[in-house]
Nanobody, 121 residues
Framework: QVQLVESGGGLVQAGGSLRLSCTAS????????MGWYCQAPGKQRELVAD???????TYADVVKGRFTISRDNAKNTVYLQMNSLKPEDTAVYYC???????????????WGQGTQVTVSS
């Protein structure tokens, strides 16, 4: 069984920074893309950023230039460095990882439990 455990959320003032981490553990043959989504109250979950196993990245337009996604493949961990935070960044942030549990299994998405990020004005 695969688990994704997130950490690093919290309360910060506008203009501040936070760093989120998410580590996958359990029965893992390979980890493909990893990423972060956010969900604000009353809104749909949206992609913030993702990163392939080779390091190629994608960002939502609203975070470009402020957030940086990275990963440590040896640790099955993905990070999200969040700088110049704005009140509109307030949301629950979820990590996602596309994982094969065994060599011949299909790649499936696994979600973390979510971590709250609150940015005060």
């Amino acid at each position: 069984q695969v688990q994704l455990v997130e950490s690093g959320g919290g309360l910060v003032q506008a203009g501040g920074s936070l760093r989120l981490s998410c580590t996958a553990s359990g029965r893992i043959f390979s980890v493909n893309a990893m990423g972060w989504y956010c969900q604000a109250p009353g809104k749909q979950r949206e992609l913030v950023a993702d990163i392939t196993s080779g390091g190629s990245t994608t960002y939502a337009d609203v975070v470009k230039g402020r957030f940086t996604i990275s990963r440590d493949n040896a640790k099955n961990t993905v990070y999200l460095q969040m700088n110049s935070l704005k009140p509109e960044d307030t949301a629950v942030y979820y990590c996602i990882a596309y994982i094969k549990e065994r060599r011949y299994d299909p790649t499936q998405p696994y979600w973390g439990q979510g971590t709250q990020v609150t940015v005060s004005s």
